[in-house]
């Protein structure tokens, strides 16, 4: 990545964190939050794979591509996360965290 003059990036995460969030609610009219993970159902080896949900919680049902390309989009932002564990994006304040995490901070 380019860096200004101050040694700075001259593109901070959070800008690309906001973007995304910005994109994915472009794409997906009325997501509130998409949890990745690389373990589909579908498939017998890891595999991106996304649930959409809307600010009631409820899933909603997206095609294949949608899904796939969101969660890829997601893995490249965050190359650093722990992959072997759901992530939750909340595209409301463009934040990633653990699902288990998450959970816990709902009181479940």
Do not use: Y
Request: hydrophobic share 45%; net charge positive; charged share 25%.
């Amino acid at each position: 990545m380019l860096a200004m003059p101050s040694g700075t990036p001259a593109c901070p995460d959070a800008d690309r964190q906001h973007r995304l969030a910005a994109q994915l609610a472009d794409m997906i009219p009325g997501a509130a939050t998409i949890r990745v993970s690389l373990n589909d159902p579908k498939q017998v080896w890891p595999h991106p794979h996304a649930i959409i949900k809307d600010d009631a919680g409820k899933t909603m049902e997206l095609g294949r591509t949608t899904s796939r390309v969101a969660a890829r989009w997601i893995l490249r932002v965050w190359p650093e996360a722990d992959w072997t564990r759901p992530q939750i994006f909340d595209l409301a304040d463009a934040t990633l965290n653990r699902s288990d995490l998450a959970a816990a901070g709902r009181g479940r």
